[in-house]
């Protein structure tokens, strides 16, 4: 059995930092990428930032220069540094771990419940 559990988000301000943590226990491949995906209210869930077992990351056009993923413990944890967040940034992120590095929603197995994510002012 594979558990997801993200945690970190919250309320910020336009411009403010917040950081996500991801830890995924359980029996998984150590080769697995993790990834975040976020969903706004009415849109479909899109790819954030991945990072593979060899530590290559992957980053959506939207959030390159802001957002920042890492992991360690052979990334049984994950991080997603948001920096200069934005009101469109709004949304449920939610992390996931897949064999493959990749944008798409369904190459990843596994998933956690998502943790909500406010920018407002």
């Known amino acids: 059995q594979v558990q997801v559990a993200e945690s970190g988000g919250g309320l910020v301000q336009p411009g403010g930092s917040l950081r996500l943590s991801c830890t995924v226990s359980?029996?998984?491949?150590?080769?697995?990428?993790k990834g975040w995906f976020r969903q706004a209210p009415g849109k479909q869930r899109e790819f954030v930032a991945a990072?593979?077992?060899?530590?290559?990351?992957y980053y959506a056009d939207s959030v390159k220069g802001r957002f920042t993923i890492s992991g360690d413990n052979a990334q049984k944890t994950v991080y997603l540094q948001m920096n200069s967040l934005e009101p469109q940034d709004t949304a449920d992120y939610f992390c996931a771990a897949g064999r493959f590095a990749s944008v798409r929603v369904n190459e990843y197995k596994y998933w956690g419940r998502g943790t909500q994510v406010s920018v407002s002012s």
């Open positions: 359980g029996r998984t491949d150590n080769t697995y990428t």
């Open positions: 990072v593979g077992w060899n530590g290559n990351t």
